[in-house]
Nanobody, 125 residues
Framework: QVQLVESGGGLVQAGGSLRLSCAAS????????MGWFRQAPGKEREFVAR????????AYADSVKGRFTISRDNAKNTVYLQMNSLLLEDTAVYYC??????????????????WGQGTQVTVSS
């Protein structure tokens, strides 16, 4: 298991950008696929993006493709989510997650090994 702490959330105007970070503890970070989920007010939590342990593979929800980029720095035990062209509907609490595997079934069913505590992103008009 890894422990995850998100940061970088905040208030931004529509069309703006934010970069979220997720710092992981433990020496096994580089063996985990990492990802991001979000939960908007009154809605269920949904998958946003994930990245393989070595960083060579990524996957995105259709709603964020072309606007968000996930990346990782295994030397720093950190995964990032660069969010550009933010929309009002991107407002949510964003959660970092770790999973032993990259393949979709676990991520699609939100079966993950570790969750962060979440960071609020608010997009204003």
């Amino acid at each position: 298991q890894v422990q995850l702490v998100e940061s970088g959330g905040g208030l931004v105007q529509a069309g703006g950008s934010l970069r979220l970070s997720c710092a992981a503890s433990g020496r096994t970070f580089s063996t985990y696929a990492m990802g991001w989920f979000r939960q908007a007010p009154g809605k269920e939590r949904e998958f946003v993006a994930r990245i393989s342990s070595g960083g060579s593979r990524t996957a995105y929800a259709d709603s964020v493709k072309g606007r968000f980029t996930i990346s990782r720095d295994n030397a720093k035990n950190t995964v990032y989510l660069q969010m550009n062209s933010l929309l009002l509907e991107d407002t949510a609490v964003y959660y970092c997650a770790a999973n032993p595997v990259f393949d979709g079934w676990r991520w699609n069913n939100q079966i993950v090994g570790s969750w962060g505590q979440g960071t609020q992103v608010t997009v204003s008009s």
